[in-house]
């Protein structure tokens, strides 16, 4: 994802948008704990004194007015992390949900995800154990759950320099304490730089997480920073509605164009994944509102907050009985062909996507992860896809076409003349599948994405039927050539290897009725 457009406003830190209390919890019981975070933003971004902070908070809980009909498992929230004053009216909303529940949520894991304000860093760093403290008392770390996310993938590390300043998480806790009192345990997540399709994954591992060990999410973010109040409620608007949706390509463009803005746009994208595997439909928006809102605000110069609950109505694909390795109908697949090769064609012309109505046919808007290929004249021309699915099958392929014709680094963009020349193959991913042996990779049938710290690559199956390769040459190829590793990197037992399969077709069954 390009960061030009987004990175100048998460660095950026103010009271706006985005002291040390005692070590009791909420019964004023002395704890004992290892390794304690302390409090970094009390007394000035909320009370340190803890009465005065109990009231606070209870008092914004008190004054949100939720819906009478929400309904469904909750698996996760979107909460704002500025000072109290400015986002707590907002913070309420998901919080009084929460509250009102209590008896439901006392006891369970909050894996609270937010970003870095202060320090760089790669990947997503996790405050590994020990307890995080507030004027309300300890909150100790999920070890279990900590150790399991650190074994499960390289993406999180055990670092704990960044959570020591930050905000992001710590803005969350004392609505937490007061909701539930000290019941309940904590996964404390900061996203520091990580690539699109690494944040999707983990938003498809979090989902089996939440629910194996009945966890709940929340992502913390604020919104648009610093524009008048019309422009910020307009961009805000834009937000929620592609946040709500859980369409994660329009929230990504938006942001890559400057329309929309999150500061915790990773973990937000996280969620939304996290929401889609484990049967969300959409959001449920509770509040918005900015700081211009409240008494004092300055409406020149705003910034937005949100509140979003994610409530599930089923348990996931897989329990409704869809298949994790699928076929499409022929009719399917001509329909995407189509859909290819109109959207290039028109893009290509005029610059423009197509105006397209989402098809009548469940698979064809269920997400899909897909590679577009285009030859010239049997040359390659373009080659572009997805790892992990994170929007509908039809938009995937829309989007993927015009990246493949248009944007393949490799190749110049396709021109208007060549366009009776070219050929369109798709293949629709399977979801990954985690490894422990290379050997257990079957050549040409098996997709293979391999990932060591920050840097992986991808072959397709197609790959492994080319003359001449072995199960160790193509892997060798695979290491070396696309992930820029050691060419025997596969055999390194901190290398992730994860297996996919294909549904593959081209244009030749346009013509032949295959």
């Given at each position: ?272 994944r996290t929401a889609s595997v484990a049967g969300v439909s959409e959001g449920t928006l509770l509040k918005y509102a900015n700081s211009g809102d409240v008494p004092h605000g300055d409406k020149s110069r705003v910034v937005g907050y949100f509140a979003m609950l994610f409530l599930s109505e089923r348990v996931g694909e897989k329990e409704k009985g869809v298949e994790v390795e699928f076929n499409l109908t022929l009719e399917q697949k001509k329909y995407l062909l189509r859909l290819a090769r109109q959207t290039i064609e028109e893009y290509v012309r005029n610059g423009r996507r197509p105006e397209i109505k989402a098809p009548d046919d469940p698979v064809l808007v269920r ?148």
């Amino acid at each position: 994802m390009r960061s030009s457009s987004i990175i100048s406003f998460i660095i950026i830190v103010f009271v706006l948008s985005c002291g040390k209390g005692g070590s009791k919890n909420s019964g004023g019981e002395e704890l004992k704990v290892k390794n304690t975070r302390p409090a970094a933003v009390s007394g000035s971004w909320y009370p340190s004194n803890p009465e005065s902070l109990r009231k606070m908070v209870q008092e914004y809980m008190d004054q949100a007015k939720l819906p009478t009909d929400i309904k469904g498992e909750l698996i996760g929230i979107i909460s704002p992390h500025a000072g109290f004053v400015y986002s707590g009216p907002v913070a309420g909303y998901c919080y009084k949900y929460i509250q009102m529940n209590k008896e439901k949520f006392k006891g369970r894991t909050f894996i609270i995800i937010g970003p870095s304000h202060y320090m760089d860093f790669r990947g997503i760093a996790i405050y590994p154990d020990g307890a995080f403290e507030t004027p309300l008392g300890e909150i100790p770390v999920d070890t279990e759950l900590s150790n399991l996310l650190q074994k499960d993938t390289s993406l999180v590390k055990p670092l704990k320099d960044p959570h020591m300043p930050e905000h992001s998480l710590e803005a969350q806790l004392p609505f937490l304490q007061v909701a539930l009192g000290g019941d309940f345990k904590i996964v404390p997540l900061l996203y520091g730089r990580a690539k699109l399709d690494d944040v999707i994954m983990f938003g498809e591992r979090l989902a089996k997480i939440v629910k194996e060990h009945n966890a709940v999410i929340i992502a913390s973010t604020d919104m648009s920073h610093y524009h008048p109040y019309d422009v910020a409620v307009r961009m805000d608007s834009a937000t929620i509605e592609a946040t709500k949706k859980l369409d994660i390509n329009e929230l990504v463009e938006g942001l890559e164009e400057g329309t929309m803005e999150l500061c915790g746009y990773l973990p937000v994208l996280t969620l939304m994944r996290t929401a889609s595997v484990a049967g969300v439909s959409e959001g449920t928006l509770l509040k918005y509102a900015n700081s211009g809102d409240v008494p004092h605000g300055d409406k020149s110069r705003v910034v937005g907050y949100f509140a979003m609950l994610f409530l599930s109505e089923r348990v996931g694909e897989k329990e409704k009985g869809v298949e994790v390795e699928f076929n499409l109908t022929l009719e399917q697949k001509k329909y995407l062909l189509r859909l290819a090769r109109q959207t290039i064609e028109e893009y290509v012309r005029n610059g423009r996507r197509p105006e397209i109505k989402a098809p009548d046919d469940p698979v064809l808007v269920r997400d899909g992860a897909v590679f577009v290929t285009i030859h010239h004249k049997g040359q390659l021309r373009g080659c572009i896809g997805q790892m992990v699915a994170q929007e509908p099958l039809y938009k995937a392929v829309m989007d993927m076409a015009i990246s493949a014709s248009t944007r393949d680094y490799r190749f110049p963009p396709v021109k208007a003349q060549e366009l009776g020349d070219i050929d369109i193959e798709i293949s629709v991913l399977s979801p990954l599948k985690r490894i422990d042996d290379w050997r257990k990779i079957k050549l040409g049938e098996h997709g293979v994405y391999i990932r060591k710290g920050y840097n992986s690559g991808v072959f397709l199956p197609q790959v492994g039927r080319m003359p001449g390769f072995t199960l160790e040459s193509f892997l060798g190829e695979l290491c070396e050539q696309k992930a820029g590793l050691a060419r025997d990197c596969y055999k390194d037992p901190d290398a992730e290897i994860y297996i996919f399969t294909v549904v593959e077709f081209d244009e030749s069954i346009m013509k032949e009725g295959k």
